[in-house]
């Protein structure tokens, strides 16, 4: 099983302030996703990234995957309440159906 | 319709109780999971479905029991549980990932199971 840490576990910050998390892993992953989960809820899909130096932007997130494919980040410019929340980074695992989670960063967005 | 509904929203049983969870999406995706989240951990993969026929079981003890009816449902049944098996459970909906490179779940908002 393919594994991917993710750090900070926790993040608080003052709204309109800028913060990147990281994910990392040993191993080449052909893909990974960044999703966002708020408490009680599922996770929502905000990004796949294939490509090795990949960059997309979703309005203030910036997401980049490693040029070896072994990692990822996403920075938030310009932080807000409503980003709050947990961001997982997950990939292929053992097979085209099994896909493998980090740990996640809490953010809390503080007003 | 993007989305993968799941009901109940909260279920509450006792040990001896038989209850089932049950999970569908519109999107004609012919993959379908299960998974369980304990709090501040991420999501644990219990199930998959493909075309309707089930492709993985994480070794899950048969308490629990997956049902796919059609491509756009799939339940689980539960029976005779036990309080650590108390979480939130996710159902998830991905296109056919054969010969991709990448896997996108769509997951829905889950059920938050309380077992007394």
């Known amino acids: 099983t393919q594994l991917l840490e993710q750090s900070p576990q926790f993040l608080s910050i003052q709204e309109g302030e800028n913060l990147t998390v990281y994910c990392n892993s040993s191993?080449?992953?052909?893909?990974l996703q960044w999703y966002r989960q708020e408490p009680g809820e599922g996770p929502v899909l905000l990004v796949t990234?294939?490509?090795?130096?990949e960059v997309k932007k979703l309005k203030r997130l910036t997401f980049q995957f490693g040029d070896a494919r072994k990692d990822s980040s996403l920075h938030i410019t310009a932080a807000q309440p409503g980003d709050t929340g947990l961001y997982l980074c997950?990939?292929?695992?053992?097979?085209?159906?099994?896909?493998?989670f980090g740990i996640g960063t809490k953010l809390q967005v503080i007003p | 319709d993007t989305e993968v509904t799941q009901t109940p929203k909260h279920l509450v049983m006792g040990m001896t109780n038989k209850k089932s969870l049950k999970c569908e999406q519109h999107?004609?995706?012919?993959?379908m999971y299960w998974y369980k989240q304990k709090a501040k951990k991420p999501p644990e993969l219990m199930f998959v479905?493909?075309?309707?026929?089930?492709?993985i079981n994480e070794s899950v003890p048969s308490r629990f029991s997956p049902e796919c009816p059609n491509s756009s449902l799939l339940n689980l049944h539960l029976h005779a549980l036990q309080p650590e098996d108390s979480a939130l459970y996710l159902c998830?909906?991905?296109?056919?990932?054969?010969?991709?490179?990448?896997?996108?779940?769509?997951f829905g908002p889950g059920t938050r199971l309380t077992v007394l």
């Open positions: 999107m004609g995706h012919r993959a």
């Open positions: 479905y493909s075309y309707e026929k089930l492709s």
């Open positions: 998830a909906s991905s296109q056919d990932t054969r010969g991709r490179s990448y896997n996108e779940q769509f």
């Open positions: 191993s080449v992953f052909s893909s």
């Open positions: 997950a990939g292929p695992s053992g097979g085209y159906q099994k896909v493998t």
């Open positions: 990234v294939v490509t090795g130096g």
